[in-house]
């Protein structure tokens, strides 16, 4: 089955300044990554996912760049502010490709917290 | 969180009960799944329906049971509760099997 590994596992940045975390996936057939953040108490929240047919997809401050051959994915932060605290999720899936894998395998999360 | 409800939000039960969680969806969304969420695990998938009356196993299974017989609820029991089930639990909704998976609120089940 597919593995997720996510670093690092905390990270502490200075407001202003961008915020990276990377993961790698181990199954060629995955084509779906999202990420998702997780505020404290609350439940994941979609954020920005990339599929494999695109290198880079932006959303205002975030972005997401994915490296099929070298099996990668990272989420970029730029202009880190205060709210952007919370733990970060990537997953990887093999969706719609016409197997019956259709499920999301999670990283184990990032700490982020961005100091004011 | 996308029209997905959880109840109870929070349950404390003893080991050896029986205990039942619902997620409850306005988006009419075909599939929704079942998560748990522990320290140094991340989110792990329990199980997953595809339509009414269709489930499947996820990654973590064992000691868990499912229902789907309408298209707005996703029901998960545990038939025997063990103090191994203390966790989050967390419901998604999806709209296809190749579509943004959403999540409801949470549950946090504490089993003494």
């Known amino acids: 089955g597919e593995n997720v590994e996510q670093h690092p596992s905390t990270l502490s940045v200075q407001e202003g300044d961008s915020a990276v975390i990377k993961c790698t996936y181990s199954?060629?057939?995955?084509?779906?990554f999202p990420w998702y953040k997780q505020e404290l108490g609350k439940g994941p929240q979609l954020i920005i996912d990339?599929?494999?047919?695109?290198g880079e997809k932006k959303d205002q401050r975030i972005a997401v760049t994915l490296n099929k051959t070298a099996k990668h994915f990272s989420l970029h932060i730029t202009e880190t502010q205060p709210e952007d605290s919370a733990v970060y999720f990537c997953?990887?899936?093999?969706?719609?490709?016409?197997?019956?894998?259709?499920?999301?395998?999670f990283g184990k999360g990032t700490l982020l917290t961005v100091n004011p | 969180d996308a029209g997905i409800t959880q109840s109870p939000r929070h349950k404390v039960t003893e080991t050896g009960t029986p205990v039942t969680l619902r997620c409850h969806q306005t988006?009419?969304?075909?599939?929704m799944y079942w998560y748990r969420q522990d320290p140094g695990h991340g989110l792990r998938l329990i199980h997953y329906?595809?339509?009414?009356?269709?489930?499947d196993k996820g990654e973590v299974s064992d000691g868990y049971s499912v229902s789907r017989s309408k298209t707005e609820d996703f029901l998960l029991t545990l038939e025997s509760a063990t103090s191994s089930q203390t966790s989050v639990y967390f419901c998604?909704?999806?709209?296809?099997?190749?579509?943004?998976?959403?999540f409801g609120p949470g549950t946090r089940l504490t089993v003494t």
């Open positions: 998604a909704i999806s709209e296809s099997a190749a579509g943004e998976q959403y």
């Open positions: 199954d060629s057939a995955s084509n779906y």
């Open positions: 990339i599929r494999s047919n695109v």
């Open positions: 997953a990887a899936s093999d969706s719609g490709s016409g197997g019956s894998n259709y499920k999301l395998t």
């Open positions: 988006e009419n969304h075909r599939y």
């Open positions: 329906s595809y339509g009414v009356k269709d489930t």
